[in-house]
């Protein structure tokens, strides 16, 4: 089994678009990217977006708050402390929008 690799973009305010445009973007269909929104809500809080191609060439996207991210991510970092590693993970900076720094 392949296992994906992660993309992470911690501000892609105005690039959600273009994101989602992943044959542009994703050299590799097991690449997911996880994509920071700062105002993805609608009451303006931070969410994030995670976008996977499949095999056969359709894209999967999901959007869940950053708060229920975060609460799901360190139910699994306490179940499973072995895996901490950062195989496989490229990390992609975007500058912060004005006023957002």
Not at 18 to 34: G, K, S, V
Not at 52 to 72: R, W
Request: aromatic residues 6%; proline residues 9%; negative net charge.
């Amino acid at each position: 089994m392949n296992m994906t690799t992660c993309r992470i973009v911690l501000n892609a305010e105005g690039q959600l678009g273009e994101l989602a445009n992943a044959p542009l973007h994703q050299p590799d269909p097991n690449t997911a990217i996880f994509a920071a929104l700062p105002d993805g809500t609608e009451g303006g809080k931070p969410s994030i977006a995670v976008i996977c191609q499949l095999a056969d060439g359709s894209h999967v996207f999901l959007e869940q708050t950053m708060a229920n991210f975060i609460k799901v991510a360190v139910a699994f970092a306490a179940r499973y402390p072995e895996a901490w590693r950062a195989e496989g993970v490229t990390l992609e900076v975007t500058p912060f929008p004005p006023g957002r720094e």
